[in-house]
């Protein structure tokens, strides 16, 4: 990913309202091996760390063999998504942590019906080595760097 998008993490207390405002009883957390991986915002490190957060906070967490903490390939990776969600028994759990940007969790909520999902990251825009350059605000006036983000 030359162009990854840029997540910054959810405050964990936000994530934790969402999780019993929803009723979660099991909890699937999966991460992004790329673009959340390059802002240190859902790769493995990450995924595992939340796991552990919210274990110790009383909420029960799936634990799978054919569940990696991240998908490698990318959450944005239709066919790796589709190919998890027929790998994971979904009678298992209920809901779905997701450690990626918008289009990851598009990705999930597809392949993963009547699954409560619950965003973990923000998604902040565009980058260049983990480093947000674009905001995404679709007016675009670059002619000297950008007005917005004022770098």
């Known amino acids: 990913a030359k162009m990854p998008t840029i997540t910054v993490?959810?405050?964990i207390g936000e994530i934790k309202r969402k999780l019993i405002e929803k009723n979660t009883e099991t909890l699937m957390v999966i991460g992004c091996g790329i673009c959340a991986?390059?802002?240190?915002?859902?790769g493995p490190?990450?995924?595992?760390?939340i796991k552990d957060i919210l274990i110790k906070n009383g909420f029960k967490?799936?634990?799978?063999?054919k569940l990696p903490d991240t998908i490698e390939e990318g959450l944005c990776?239709?066919?790796a998504v589709k190919k998890l969600a027929e790998d994971i028994d979904g009678k298992s759990f209920d809901s779905i942590l997701v450690l990626?940007?918008?289009?990851?969790l598009k990705c999930i909520a597809d392949n993963f019906?009547?699954?409560?999902?619950?965003?973990?990251?923000?998604t902040v825009g565009v980058g260049v080595k983990g480093r947000l350059t674009c905001v995404a605000c679709g007016d675009c006036n670059f002619d000297n760097g950008c007005k917005r983000l004022k770098n």
């Open 77 to 79: 990776n239709y066919s």
């Open 37 to 42: 991986r390059i802002s240190k915002t859902g």
């Open 61 to 65: 967490i799936l634990k799978n063999n």
């Open 113 to 122: 019906k009547n699954k409560k999902i619950i965003t973990g990251l923000n």
């Open 9 to 11: 993490k959810k405050d």
């Open 45 to 49: 490190k990450e995924t595992k760390e």
């Open 100 to 104: 990626g940007c918008g289009a990851g």
